[in-house]
């Protein structure tokens, strides 16, 4: 019988070269890691939509071209906020500055964050530029939340 994955499985699942959040001194370097790791899959699916606007350009469909540069755009911007999104001081960290259920919410909004980036990423080949749009802004959404949470410490 498999066990349930809790928060901590499935972040980790999520970050190459995982050692744990639970770590005092790793918790900064995990959090930098995941960071990475989700503005390297907004890349790919940038990459995704460069060929997909190339598609366009050799069908000479002008208006999907432009719709998919749009979406492309939100994404470059949408990358550079993932991959330098705040993630506090040192202190922040700290075992005695937040408690566990703050740093579980962090977790949480974490997650939250990977799996937004990564609906995104599976659905750029089949989805319309509107449908991209959509699910960037609710990653961006999911981006804000995280932020503004760390943002209150």
């Known amino acids: 019988m498999d066990k349930p994955k809790n928060i901590f499985d499935k972040i980790g699942a999520l970050i190459p070269g995982y050692r744990g959040y639970a770590e005092?001194?790793?918790?900064?370097?995990?959090?930098?890691?995941?960071?990475?790791?989700l503005a390297d899959n907004i890349a790919a699916v940038e990459k995704v939509l460069y060929?997909?606007?190339?598609?366009?350009?050799?069908?000479?469909?002008?208006?999907?071209?432009?719709?998919?540069?749009?979406?492309?755009?939100q994404l470059n911007t949408f990358n550079s906020r993932v991959r330098y999104a705040p993630y506090g001081e040192t202190s922040f960290f700290a075992d005695g500055q937040i408690k566990e259920d703050e740093l579980l919410n962090i977790y949480q909004l974490d997650l939250d964050l990977?799996?937004?980036?990564?609906?995104?990423?599976?659905?750029?080949?089949?989805a319309d530029p509107h449908e991209l749009g959509s699910l960037t802004k609710k990653a961006k959404e999911s981006l804000e939340k995280r932020n503004s949470y760390i943002n209150e410490f």
């Open 24 to 37: 005092r001194d790793g918790r900064r370097n995990c959090d930098k890691l995941l960071r990475v790791s």
């Open 51 to 73: 060929e997909r606007i190339n598609e366009a350009i050799k069908t000479k469909d002008k208006d999907l071209m432009r719709s998919l540069e749009d979406c492309r755009k």
């Open 114 to 126: 990977a799996e937004n980036i990564n609906v995104l990423s599976s659905k750029v080949l089949p």
